[in-house]
């Protein structure tokens, strides 16, 4: 997931006095929707069919791909090659079973819990309480929503990033040097009777069954960040008080920001040359997804790139950047990429969950003593949105900038 989204959202917000914004500034203040990139003038500009989408390409008939799409040979997948840090068999992520969060084996799975965060950064999460009817409809809403007229799709193409409703391609639309063999639709979701006016009308079920979708993945995450706060010690399971700290994570988080991002991966010609997203991480704390059974995440495991095997029905979730501040680096935010076939569409939905744009991120106080100090300086977004103003986000390159140096590290210290 390109990391600035969920910042630079709000970016019109940033010179405003925080204590006394309204959440409908968001939505007053939002730019109208830039005119679609289809009938304006632009076919004839160099690049603007790219803009139109990797699906626009492949429905146009496609036997190579083009030039803007090829990797440099050291970027490349390099399935075919014998020195290829790329492992051929499957990735089988730690498996945690929701139902049991709730039940007498809660401590066991408190503890496969803290064991997959920190040495993964990834697991699958089954038995997770969301029926296999919303499932499937938001499955099927998405691949419907992709299959409408290239018309429909364009009214909500636009490169403002600040648009509560975004159809676009690639990674980073505005900065990518290579472009990524993806489309995507992008939507701001919490609070929702905010967004939802804004989502597409068309399919005439797409509102319905994505709001369902989206509040019930949201209680999800919420009940996730509190099992991961008992994992990491921070919350006692029996406490019949809860603590400061539980209630202003949880309630930062219960009023934080939500972004649902649908994924297409249409088939490619030459699928060795390109990459359907680059290795990143995800700003952010979790990242649900919601995969279908092709193949194409992968994730950076030991200092190589192993593909995950998808399970049906379940959820791919993983540590995003604000967790392993806030873990103080116990808990890892790990590099994935997705890459693509030549055979097969793959669609995929992702559901980012985060703080509210006005909060600071650091580590927690009950992580930090003498012999595990503080290892990140606190950030928010504004730090975000100042560092990815100037550069192209890539890697996990904004968490390194957070990382406090061993002399940062002791000045940091010696003053809490």
Same mark, same amino acid.
């Given at each position: 997931i390109d990391q600035g989204e969920m910042v630079i959202t709000y970016t019109n917000a940033l010179n405003m006095d925080l204590k006394h914004m309204e959440r409908t500034f968001y939505i007053e203040k939002l730019p109208q929707m830039t005119p679609a990139m289809v009938g304006n003038g632009e076919s004839d500009t160099p690049g603007s069919q790219y803009q139109k989408g990797v699906k626009q390409l492949v429905d146009n008939g496609l036997h190579t791909i083009p030039k803007r799409y090829i990797l440099p040979p050291s970027d490349r997948p390099a399935t075919n090659s014998e020195d290829s840090n790329v492992v051929k068999q499957n990735l089988e992520l730690p498996i945690i079973d929701f139902s049991e969060l709730l039940g007498p084996k809660r401590q066991q799975v408190l503890q496969s819990l803290a064991n997959? $965060?920190?040495?993964?950064?990834?697991?699958?999460?089954?038995?997770?309480?969301?029926?296999d009817d919303v499932i499937s409809s938001m499955r099927d809403v998405s691949g419907r929503f992709f299959d409408l007229p290239f018309e429909e799709r364009a009214?909500?193409?636009?490169?403002?990033?600040?648009?509560?409703?975004?159809?676009? /391609?690639?990674?980073?639309?505005?900065?990518? /040097?290579?472009? $990524?063999?993806?489309?995507?639709?992008?939507?701001? $979701?919490?609070?929702?009777p905010d967004f939802l006016p804004h989502w597409p009308a068309s399919p005439l079920d797409f509102r319905k069954v994505v709001a369902t979708y989206a509040e019930e993945t949201r209680d999800l995450f919420l009940m996730l960040m509190e099992a991961i706060q008992e994992s990491l010690g921070i919350i006692e399971g029996n406490e019949e008080e809860e603590t400061e700290e539980k209630d202003n994570i949880l309630k930062d988080l219960e009023d934080g920001s939500q972004m649902m991002v649908f994924n297409l991966y249409p088939p490619c010609p030459e699928p060795d040359l390109t990459l359907g997203m680059p290795p990143h991480s995800d700003y952010g704390f979790l990242t649900l997804l919601l995969q279908d059974q092709v193949q194409g995440l992968q994730v950076h495991f030991q200092g190589q790139w192993f593909t995950v095997q998808p399970i049906n029905n379940a959820f791919v979730v993983n540590v995003g950047d604000h967790l392993e501040i806030y873990s103080n680096g116990k808990y890892k935010s790990v590099l994935h990429r997705v890459m693509v076939n030549a055979e097969k569409k793959r669609t995929s939905v992702a559901s980012l969950h985060s703080l509210p744009f006005n909060c600071t991120v650091r580590p927690s106080p009950k992580l930090i003593d003498q012999a595990n100090p503080k290892r990140y300086a606190d950030t928010n977004f504004h730090t975000f949105l100042a560092y990815v103003s100037t550069r192209e986000s890539k890697r996990k390159d904004f968490l390194d900038s957070r990382k406090l140096t061993s002399t940062c590290l002791q000045e940091e210290n010696n003053f809490h």
């Open positions: 997959a $965060c920190e040495e993964y950064g990834f697991f699958q999460l089954v038995n997770h309480g969301i029926s009214k909500y193409m636009t490169t403002d990033m600040r648009a509560p409703v975004r159809c676009g /391609t690639s990674f980073s639309q505005t900065k990518d /040097t290579v472009l $990524c063999w993806r489309d995507f639709l992008k939507l701001l $979701c919490h609070p929702l």
